[in-house]
């Protein structure tokens, strides 16, 4: 009669990044499985990295039985196991996204919960595209009281800001009137710009409010930046997920 010994998986994973970044990594592991007794058994965990990753590395890659020190532990190019563990890859390497582990003479006492720890650092890709700038009313000009909508697609999450004629920071609430000045006259010239996760500027498209007499100001809400793939809203001139 065989006797089977029961595993159970845990993934975890944590990034050397900005920590603006989130879920450009992750482990999938196959949570369950049944080994028996003196034959090899295999828990497998496979790294996905996502499309804006490139040229990814490992840097540690924790295997942990619960109530038991590592088993097996990758930090750095050093390698080190306990007897009768190491990576089901014979020629494992850090761009090696296949961590699986394996036990190659399992026994009772291997029965139990076992953990996955990985880190790596990432180069990603960021995408984002330049804004559009939409009036309301269509024919808003300084006689008008109207708002300006700026939008901006770009991945992972930035931020959009506007800027006055002489290319000031302006924007700093959700919502601003724009009043007209003593001598009568008001912005005529709106920027409205991307910059990055790291504060870098990306893009920019500016929008020419028609130079009538007498303005009594314009209203421009705070822009909103679609980032794939998730919706975000502006927040105090800021941007928020909006799962």
């Known amino acids: 009669m065989q006797k089977c010994i029961f595993f159970e998986i845990f993934d975890s994973s944590w990034y050397s990044c900005d920590s603006f ?28 990295y996502s499309k804006e990753v490139e040229d990814p590395e490992i840097v540690t890659v924790i295997w942990k039985k619960e109530g038991v020190e590592e088993l ?8 080190t196991s306990l007897p009768g563990y190491s990576f089901a890859e014979p020629s494992w390497n850090n761009k090696n996204v296949n961590v699986s ?66 290319n000031k920071p302006w924007l700093e609430q959700p919502e601003v009137k724009v009043l007209k000045t003593k001598n009568g006259s008001a912005f005529s010239k709106y920027t409205c710009k991307v910059f990055n996760a790291r504060g870098d500027e990306e893009a920019e498209k500016s929008f020419t409010v028609q130079n009538k007499s007498s303005a009594e100001g314009i209203r421009c809400r705070a822009p909103h930046m679609i980032l794939s793939p998730h919706l975000l ?11």
């Open 21 to 48: 970044f989130t879920g450009f990594v992750k482990i999938h592991c196959k949570t369950q499985n049944i080994g028996q007794y003196e034959q090899e058994s295999r828990l497998d965990c496979v790294i996905h």
């Open 72 to 79: 097996l532990k990758y930090n750095h190019g050093e390698l």
């Open 101 to 166: 582990l394996l036990i190659h003479k399992p026994a009772v006492k291997d029965e139990g919960v076992y953990t996955c720890y990985m880190s790596a650092v990432i180069k990603y890709i960021s995408k984002y595209g330049v804004p559009t700038i939409q009036p309301q009313p269509q024919d808003i000009d300084l006689n008008t009281d109207g708002s300006l909508t700026c939008k901006s697609t770009g991945y992972p999450k930035g931020r959009l800001s506007w800027f006055d004629k002489d």
């Open 233 to 243: 809203n502006a927040v105090n001139g800021h941007l928020s997920s909006a799962d």
